[in-house]
């Protein structure tokens, strides 16, 4: 079976990292935190001959889900031309209010007010598969109360949103965050896999499991 590939648009005004996954000459892809210009993300795709078959969400923050509805229009309606179920939205469970919610996603202070949902809400330690691949769901709030990461084991991936960057953490003075939960969720949940893991943070550039067990300063 082709390995997993993982590709990467800088996009918004925060410049927040849209990662899609594939697999090596598959043209599935699974698209996480469609940030803004959700349009602009699905020709891109298109162009160089991918299909949207799921999209996951690590949090709801206006700089991850601007360009969600767009892109899921765009998805939908291609699905349904070629016969295909529609493509659906992942987020974790803790997270639906805050999706609703234009004060609480902090769109509403951005300029630019926006509610959404997710067609699916997520559990933690729950499976995704699509396109060919499969994740794991797992619940690290303190970003926001229903934040959360996908592990792809077989690539040995993190999709770590704004949980764990490069050297850093996530900031905790939005709505429904907490610093004390954020450590605790890297510290218990995301330092406890392979050391050679490799993170795609939210924002930066990726780094390692290992790298930040040892480097990142608010974790000591």
């Given at each position: 079976m082709a390995g997993i590939k993982i590709g990467k648009m800088v996009m918004g005004v925060c410049q927040t990292n849209?990662?899609?996954l594939y697999r090596e000459g598959e043209k599935e892809c699974i698209v996480v935190d469609p940030a803004d210009q959700?349009?602009?993300?699905?020709?891109?795709?298109?162009k160089n001959g991918f299909r949207v078959s799921a999209i996951l969400l690590t949090h709801g923050h206006f700089d991850h889900i601007w360009g969600l509805d767009a892109l899921r229009d765009a998805?939908?309606?291609?699905?349904?031309?070629?016969?295909?179920?529609p493509v659906k939205v992942y987020a974790h469970e803790a997270e639906k209010e805050l999706l609703r919610d234009a004060g609480r996603n902090?769109?509403?202070q951005a300029g630019r007010a926006c509610v959404t949902s997710a067609d699916v809400y997520v559990k933690d330690?729950?499976?995704?598969?699509?396109?060919?691949?499969?994740?794991?769901?797992?619940?690290t709030p303190g970003h926001t109360a229903g934040g959360c990461c996908y592990y792809f084991e077989e690539a040995g991936f993190l999709l770590s949103g704004d949980t764990?960057?490069?050297?850093?953490?996530?900031?905790t003075d939005f709505p429904t965050g907490s610093m004390g939960t954020l450590v605790r969720s890297v510290k218990d949940r995301l330092f406890v896999l392979p050391e050679d893991t490799k993170v795609y943070p939210g924002h930066g550039e990726s780094t390692t499991i290992g790298h930040e067990k040892e480097y990142n300063p608010f974790l000591g």
């Amino acid at each position: 079976m082709a390995g997993i590939k993982i590709g990467k648009m800088v996009m918004g005004v925060c410049q927040t990292n849209c990662y899609f996954l594939y697999r090596e000459g598959e043209k599935e892809c699974i698209v996480v935190d469609p940030a803004d210009q959700g349009v602009s993300i699905y020709g891109a795709l298109q162009k160089n001959g991918f299909r949207v078959s799921a999209i996951l969400l690590t949090h709801g923050h206006f700089d991850h889900i601007w360009g969600l509805d767009a892109l899921r229009d765009a998805a939908c309606a291609a699905a349904e031309s070629d016969g295909l179920e529609p493509v659906k939205v992942y987020a974790h469970e803790a997270e639906k209010e805050l999706l609703r919610d234009a004060g609480r996603n902090v769109s509403r202070q951005a300029g630019r007010a926006c509610v959404t949902s997710a067609d699916v809400y997520v559990k933690d330690g729950e499976e995704i598969s699509a396109a060919g691949m499969s994740c794991r769901v797992i619940a690290t709030p303190g970003h926001t109360a229903g934040g959360c990461c996908y592990y792809f084991e077989e690539a040995g991936f993190l999709l770590s949103g704004d949980t764990l960057f490069a050297e850093s953490i996530g900031r905790t003075d939005f709505p429904t965050g907490s610093m004390g939960t954020l450590v605790r969720s890297v510290k218990d949940r995301l330092f406890v896999l392979p050391e050679d893991t490799k993170v795609y943070p939210g924002h930066g550039e990726s780094t390692t499991i290992g790298h930040e067990k040892e480097y990142n300063p608010f974790l000591g």
